[in-house]
């Protein structure tokens, strides 16, 4: 069974900056990686560091599409805001709806793919992130209701993450507010293999 994984920095985490990831990278697709690989499974890492939705769609032939895979993940979002908030190109909720939505569709139709929606996610670390929030909502609405239109798995990652944060420093879980440590990748690694299982 081939795994695909596709999304921004946080899926990116360095694949092929450093040879000891194997181009699965530090995080938590390297993670998954380690624990199925064993197990007969293929994991590929398409992740790249900056990309939106919009991105995506550039290269989604190549790097989903051709690849043949049997379940898609997803993570993106953060770029749609981060851009925007550093005054470069801003893209609205309905733009991220309508890319997210394309990206969904066309792995459904041509490669057949089971697909897991993962939310975007942001912590109140440093202060200023809390900027994100009215975006970063309506976004996590949107991967909802997709995930409920197109019957995909759903990974609640900023959820996950608040309740994570009443037992855990922000320090602990993010490097940046966006960005995550190693056990903050090691949880969306557990919850990933939850949702994946329940498929």
Known sequence: MHLLFQGDSITDADRLFYPEYHGYGYGYVGMIAKELLPKGYQVTNKGVNGNRAEELIKRWDRDCIRLHPDVVTILIGANEIWTGMDGGMKTTTEQ????????????????????????????????????????????????????????????????????????????????????????????????????????
């Not at 609640?156 to 420093?169: E, N, Q």
């Not at 190693?182 to 994946?196: D, I």
Request: charge should be negative; glycine fraction near 4%; proline fraction near 4%.
């Open 96 to 199: 991220f709806e309508h890319n997210l939505e394309f990206l969904i569709r066309e792995t459904i139709e041509k490669t057949g793919a089971r697909m897991i929606l993962m939310e975007p996610f942001v912590f109140p670390y440093p202060a200023e992130r809390l900027l994100w929030r009215p975006q970063l909502d309506e976004e996590i609405q949107v991967v909802r209701e997709l995930a409920r239109k197109y019957q995909t798995g759903l990974i609640c990652l900023d959820g996950m993450f608040a309740k994570a944060s009443i037992k855990h420093t922000y320090e602990e879980l993010t490097l940046d507010g966006v960005h995550l440590t190693r056990l903050g990748h090691h949880m969306v690694k557990e919850a990933w293999l939850k949702e994946f299982f329940a498929l």
